[in-house]
Structures are given as C-alpha cells and as structure tokens.
C-alpha cells in the first residue's frame, strides 16, 4: 500500500539549498569571510531554491501541522535569519542584511501563523510590529536606501496585522488607522525632504506607509474572517 510522502519534498529541497551553499562556500570561501556581506545574494539563492519544495510540501500534506510543527519550524528559521541579518551589519549593509533575513524569516512565520495553535498577545504584536515598521522605515529615509527597508517594515507591520486578525481582537477604527498612516506619511516625506532624498525616493517611502495603513485599515477594522 503506497502512501504520498509530501515531507520527501522538504529534504530535496534542503539538499538543493545547502549543496548550494556548500558549493559557494568552498569556491568562495576565502572572499566571503573578507567580504561578509557577500553572503547575502548567495543566501537569497538558497531560499529559493527550499522554499518552493516546502510550498509544495504543506499543500499536499493532509496534516501540516503534525508532519511539521508550526513553532519548532519558525524557531529554526528565526535562528538562520540572524546569519544575513548578522552578516550584513557586519558587512556593511544592514539593510539588505535585515531584507533577507526578512525573505528567510517570513514563510515559515505564516506558516506558524495559519496552522499553529498559540498564537502571541495580538496587541502587544500590532503595537511592536507598527513601532519596527516605522522605525525601519525612517532608517531607510536616513540612510538612503528607502527600496531595502520598504519590504522589511511592510512585513513588520503587516505580521502585527495579520496576528491581530488571526486571533479576533477587538477591532481598531478605520479613522483611527488612516489617521496614523498620514501622520506618519508627513513626516517621513518632511525628513525625506529634509535630508535631501530624491524625489523617487521620497515617493517610495510614502507610496510603502501608505500600501500599509491601507491594508491595515481593511483588516483591523473589519471582523475577521477566521
């Protein structure tokens, strides 16, 4: 009697991603620990590569949760995205180190949010993830690089958002939220300006706060669909 093993999809596609991190890192050794930042690109490759087979893996899976527990999953990947986040602030580029710790980090952090059983204070969560996303985002406009951070403080505040969905808390008015979002959109533009960003750049960071208040204000002032 056969039966479909999904979970096979998970080691071919750990395989996939660390024989191509062992293939870099013996070509490319000597240069990745002069130049750690270097690091960052080749860790990117390697979520793509596992992250589809792990996809695929949960879709097929008749029960997920127990062929992969949702906690210990997002623990383990919590821990291997402080590899970019660590490699790029020692390399020199905090931000496109906390970008792909980011991209590291989030799948399997949905992945817990949909199918585990515990979830954390949805609250506390909205207000740490709103405080991260907007101080991302104003470290983006001082550094100039306002693309690297707008993705990181979009998946903060929207994680905040979609816990404080998932669990049901009482509901946030539209006003409220829409109120906050241009507040915060006038001052970054204002310290966009200030500082002497481009156009563009200034663009994107109210074009990103925006996206996320308006998301954030369809999800936190509607019951949830859960």
Same mark, same amino acid.
């Given at each position: 009697m056969?039966?479909?093993v999904?979970?096979m999809?998970?080691?071919v596609?750990?395989?996939?991603a ?12 000597d ?6 930042a270097g ?5 990117l490759?390697?979520a793509a590569?596992?992250?589809?087979f792990?996809a ?5 899976d008749?029960d997920?949760?127990?062929?992969f527990?949702p ?9 291997a ?13 905090p931000?496109?180190g ?6 590291? @980090?989030?799948p399997?952090a949905?992945?817990a949010l949909?199918?585990?059983?515990s979830?954390p204070?949805?609250r ?9 996303g907007?101080?991302? @985002?104003?470290?983006g406009v001082?550094?100039g690089q306002?693309?690297l ?9 929207l ?8 669990a049901? @808390? ?6 409220l ?11 970054l ?14 663009l ?11 998301v ?6 509607r019951p949830?669909r859960w």
């Amino acid at each position: 009697m056969s039966r479909r093993v999904p979970e096979m999809a998970i080691v071919v596609g750990v395989l996939f991603a660390s024989g191509w991190l062992a293939f870099v890192l013996l070509v490319e050794g000597d240069r990745l620990l002069r130049e750690l930042a270097g690091i960052l690109p080749v860790v990117l490759v390697a979520a793509a590569l596992c992250y589809p087979f792990a996809a695929w893996a949960v879709y097929f899976d008749d029960d997920p949760a127990s062929t992969f527990p949702p906690i210990p999953v997002a623990g383990v990947a919590g821990l291997a995205a402080l590899v970019p986040v660590v490699a790029g602030a020692l390399g020199g580029q905090p931000l496109f180190g906390l970008l792909v710790g980011t991209v590291v @980090a989030l799948p399997p952090a949905a992945y817990a949010l949909v199918y585990g059983d515990s979830l954390p204070p949805a609250r506390a969560t909205l207000a740490g993830g709103t405080v991260v996303g907007v101080g991302v @985002a104003a470290v983006g406009v001082v550094a100039g690089q306002p693309y690297l951070a707008a993705p990181v403080a979009l998946a903060a505040f929207l994680g905040g958002v979609a816990v404080h969905d998932r669990a049901g @808390a009482p509901l946030l008015s539209a006003t409220l939220v829409f109120g906050a979002t241009a507040l915060v959109v006038c001052a970054l533009v204002a310290g966009s300006v200030a500082l002497g960003r481009t156009p563009s750049a200034s663009l994107a960071t109210a074009l990103t706060v925006g996206f996320g208040g308006a998301v954030g204000a369809r999800f936190l002032s509607r019951p949830s669909r859960w």
